[in-house]
């Protein structure tokens, strides 16, 4: 059975860190993409960072513009888990954050569409307020 649990989330002060997890089980992360999304209220799933496998292709990571060289997307298949490590957070990156399962291979303009993932995690709520 394909599980996907997200934790980590809270509540952080504005330029703070958090560090997201995605823990998987039924299935092994070595050949499949890992996708974070986030939804705030009143507002769409957007698409936050991907990584795919290495045993395809060159293992590649995506990151949407408004978090680029703030968060970082790694993976540890010993630990079949994916981190997405958030740094200098803003008040508009709060949201919930869910992990989703991806298909092996993704590019800069499909990486992103929420239809191409085929399992979602639960969400771990995201507060960046003072």
């Known amino acids: 059975q394909v599980q996907l649990v997200e934790s980590g989330g809270g509540l952080v002060q504005p330029g703070g860190s958090l560090r997201l997890s995605c823990a998987a089980s039924?299935?092994?992360?070595?050949?499949?993409?890992i996708g974070w999304f986030r939804q705030a209220p009143g507002k769409e799933r957007e698409g936050v960072s991907c990584?795919?496998?290495?045993?395809?292709?060159?293992?590649?990571?995506y990151y949407a513009d408004s978090v680029k060289g703030r968060f970082t997307i790694s993976r540890d298949n010993a630990k079949n888990t994916v981190y997405l490590q958030m740094n200098s957070l803003k008040p508009e990156d709060t949201a919930v954050y869910y992990c989703?399962?991806?298909?092996?291979?993704?590019?800069?303009?499909?990486?992103?569409?929420?239809?191409?993932?085929?399992?979602w995690g639960q969400g771990t709520q995201v507060t960046v307020s003072s």
């Open positions: 039924g299935f092994t992360l070595v050949t499949k993409s």
């Open positions: 990584i795919t496998p290495s045993a395809f292709g060159d293992g590649s990571t």
């Open positions: 989703a399962l991806g298909p092996p291979f993704f590019s800069d303009t499909t990486w992103y569409q929420h239809r191409a993932y085929d399992y």
